[in-house]
């Protein structure tokens, strides 16, 4: 398989389909918004439409990048080091984006808690961010499982 063209998203198929609608939601509810303004006919609660749908499209995307391996990285200091270090080096690492992201994941849960019963909806459309803030609480909260797994599992030789 080629890096530059991996083929189909193996295993991530749902979410490579959740990320891909959320970013193909936001396309044509924006490119209608500027035509609209254009035109004189502005489509109303364009904003709060792109802003809903880029939740699960950077939700999606960020739990493929770390299930892969695929975020970007600079190796001018860990390239320096021994085997050995580097690889605690980069398990540390893991496990400080792991702690991230479980502080993330309990403050997103802490808030989606606190304003459950406070009907919180966007002004126009009124899309409620219950669904939103609950995405976002699983997302982290993956993210923190994987960065956990990725540093307690050993690295593949180079």
């Known amino acids: 398989m080629d890096e530059l063209k991996p083929s189909a998203p ?3 198929g749902p979410l490579f389909y959740v990320g891909s609608a959320g ?28 802003q809903a749908a880029i939740v699960p499209a950077a939700c999606a995307s960020m739990v493929i ?4 391996g695929a975020h970007a990285a600079v190796h ?14 980069l398990r540390f ?25 406070s009907f919180e909806q966007t002004e ?9 803030r609950a995405l976002v609480t699983f997302a982290a909260a993956g993210l923190a ?6 540093a307690i599992r050993p690295e593949p030789s180079k």
């Open 145 to 150: 499982l994987a960065f956990c797994l990725r």
């Open 76 to 89: 001018m200091l860990t390239d320096r080091l021994s085997a050995a270090m580097r690889s605690r080096v």
């Open 65 to 68: 990048a770390t299930l892969r």
């Open 10 to 12: 193996r295993g991530y």
């Open 23 to 50: 970013l193909l939601t936001a396309m044509v509810v924006e490119t209608a918004a500027v035509i609209g303004r254009h035109a004189g006919v502005p489509v109303t609660g364009a904003l709060e439409i792109v």
């Open 124 to 132: 126009v459309l009124h899309i409620p961010f219950r669904p939103l």
């Open 93 to 117: 690492g893991y496990l400080l984006a792991a702690a991230l992201c479980a502080a993330l994941s309990v403050g997103s849960a802490w808030l989606a808690v606190e304003f459950w019963n």
